[in-house]
């Protein structure tokens, strides 16, 4: 399946629980099987870092997909918000199944500072 990466923009809070929930339907609406997927996220600080602020994976516990539903879960806890030292930053979220990789979504990352500590 091809398909053109969505453009959205993630806020996280630094030091609270990063939680999203996705869902991918196809062009008629119905949500993707993700049964065979598995899923990998990166954020950088810019598209050249080498090294990833925060990386969500299937493999980590960072995503959890939901099967016929259709449904992606990204999680990353307080202790690795609180850990993040950028301001900012660009990511993409691709899903895999075999030798087939779907970038989803890819966009900005903007990271609000914690206050209270």
Excluded at 14 to 42: C, Y
Excluded at 55 to 65: D, F, H, Q, R, S
Aim: aromatic residues 6%.
């Amino acid at each position: 399946m091809t398909t053109h990466p969505a453009k959205h923009n993630f806020y996280v809070y630094r030091g609270a629980t990063f939680s999203e929930q996705i869902e991918w339907k196809d062009e008629s609406g119905t949500p993707v099987n993700l049964t065979s997927f598995t899923a990998r996220m990166h954020m950088r600080e810019t598209l050249e870092a080498t090294d990833p602020f925060l990386t969500l994976t299937t493999e980590n516990g960072g995503i959890t997909l939901g099967g016929v539903a259709g449904t992606i879960q990204l999680l990353a806890s307080a202790t690795q918000t609180t850990a993040i030292t950028a301001t900012s930053g660009v990511y993409d979220l691709e899903l895999v199944s075999g030798a087939n990789v779907t970038r989803l979504l890819e966009g900005l990352v903007i990271i609000s500072p914690e206050v209270t500590r």
